[in-house]
C-alpha cells in the first residue's frame, strides 16, 4: 500500500537526519583532537572503502543525496498511486505530473484550487526531473517551462536547485495534498 511505503520512507528520512548530523559533530570533534588523522578505512563485504576524514565529514554534512532520494521516492509512490488510480499500467503518454495530476483531479470530480496550485505541481515535475538526471543548476528548459507554467518569478536559468530540509517537507506536502483531493486518502504520514 502506498501509504505503508510513504510512512517507511518519511522514517528512513528522519531516523537519517537524527543520524548524521551527530555522526558528523563526533568525527569533528575526532578531527580536532587529532589534526593529523588522515584516512578512514572500512571493509564491507570484501570491498574496501577509503576516505578522508574531512572528505568523510563533508559527505556526512551532505543532505542533498537523502533529500534527493527521499523526494524521487516520494514521486514514484504517487505516480504509481496515479496510474493504479487512473487503471492505468504506467503513465506513458501523459505530459508530466501536471497531466497526470489534471487528470486524478477531473476524476475525483475537482480541479485545481488556484493557478499556484498547478505551478506547484508544475515546479515538482521539473525540480524531479532535474533532480533524477543529477543536474544541480535549472536549465534553460526548465525555466522555460517553469515560466510558460505561470511561475513568478521563477528562477533564472544556472541557479542552484535547492533541496534542503524545508522545501522537501513543501513538496511531499503537496503530493499529499494532490492525492488526497483525488480521493487516494494520505495516512497521517
Not at 548530523?21 to 577509503?50: I, K, S, V
Not at 551532505?62 to 493504479?84: I, M, V
Not at 505561470?150 to 513538496?171: C, F, H, I, N
Request: net charge negative; proline share 3%; charged share 25%.
Amino acid at each position: 500500500m502506498i501509504w505503508d511505503e510513504w510512512a517507511s520512507i518519511t522514517r528512513f528520512l528522519e531516523s537519517s537526519r537524527m543520524t548524521l548530523l551527530p555522526a558528523a559533530m563526533r568525527w569533528e570533534e575526532l578531527l580536532q583532537l587529532n589534526p593529523t588523522a588522515a584516512n578512514l578505512e572500512f571493509e564491507t563485504q570484501g570491498t574496501l572503502y577509503r576516505v578522508s576524514l574531512e572528505q568523510h565529514i563533508s559527505a556526512l554534512r551532505n543532505t542533498r543525496p537523502l533529500y534527493s532520494s527521499a523526494f524521487l521516492h516520494y514521486f514514484a509512490l504517487a505516480e504509481a498511486a496515479a496510474a493504479d488510480f487512473l487503471g492505468r499500467e504506467d503513465l506513458v503518454g501523459c505530459n508530466g505530473i501536471e497531466d497526470w495530476a489534471e487528470q486524478l483531479l477531473s476524476a475525483a470530480g475537482a480541479g485545481w484550487r488556484n493557478d499556484d496550485e498547478r505551478v506547484g505541481i508544475v515546479e515538482l515535475g521539473v525540480v524531479r526531473n532535474l533532480i533524477a538526471h543529477g543536474e544541480r543548476e535549472y536549465s534553460k528548459r526548465a525555466v522555460t517551462k517553469l515560466k510558460a507554467a505561470g511561475m513568478s518569478p521563477a528562477p533564472s536559468q544556472g541557479d542552484r536547485v535547492v533541496l534542503d530540509y524545508e522545501t522537501l517537507k513543501r513538496y511531499r506536502s503537496r503530493l499529499k495534498s494532490l492525492l488526497n483531493r483525488s480521493g487516494l486518502g494520505a495516512a497521517a504520514v
